[in-house]
């Protein structure tokens, strides 16, 4: 009987702290673009799977395919990948992910990115000149003291560039 009690008790909190988180997640506003960042929101693990998304900011019917908007796990529609020759991912931890697209005549990146747990995962085009654009890709941590997931996500994040790519070479770097 008090094993019974036990569980019960323990129920009611795993019912009240998921309550919560999720009062939490609605409550937060969706980081948008702001000089050519952007950054993750995180996604729902008990939203069930739909055929068709809910477009986000900058996503909406009708705009442009792969121009900045919140960040999505499928690379934008009519995006082309980027020659391994054009990619500099030297700086990179092994196990990062190495994908990079462009869209929208060469205007903007399309770049798979790494989060896990409460962070989320934003690019800046750090530095443009005539023969690179240097993205920096970086981890925002969540709040202190928050329950976390221990997952990996790979989202794609959206870089906006001052003018087309052309034949410049990327180079991601990892900021901590």
């Known amino acids: 009987m008090r094993y019974l009690t036990n569980v019960i008790g323990l ?11 999720a009062q939490n997640q ?16 995180p996604q729902s693990p008990s939203a069930p799977p739909s055929s068709s998304p809910a ?3 900058g996503n909406q ?9 919140a960040p999505r796990q499928e690379v934008p529609e009519g995006s082309t990948k980027l020659p391994d020759k054009q990619l500099d991912a030297t700086a990179l931890p092994a196990d990062y992910p190495r994908e990079v697209y462009t869209s ?9 990115g790494q989060e896990g747990g409460c ?23 969540g709040q202190t003291g928050q329950m976390c997931t221990m997952d ?9 560039l001052a003018g087309p790519l052309g034949e410049r070479t990327v180079v991601l770097k990892q900021m901590r």
Request: aromatic letters at 0%; glycine letters at 14%.
């Open 119 to 141: 962070g989320h995962a934003t690019a800046e085009a750090a530095q443009q000149d005539g023969d690179r654009v240097t993205v920096n890709l970086t981890e925002l941590k």
């Open 104 to 112: 929208n005549g060469g205007t903007i990146l399309n770049i798979r």
């Open 55 to 57: 477009p986000a900011p």
């Open 26 to 41: 609605a409550a937060e506003p969706a980081a948008g673009p702001a000089s050519g960042t952007l950054s993750t929101a």
């Open 11 to 21: 129920g009611l909190i795993v019912v009240a702290v998921s309550a919560c988180g």
């Open 61 to 69: 019917p009708g705009s442009q395919p792969g121009v900045p908007g």
């Open 152 to 160: 990996i996500r790979h989202p794609v994040i959206s870089v906006a």
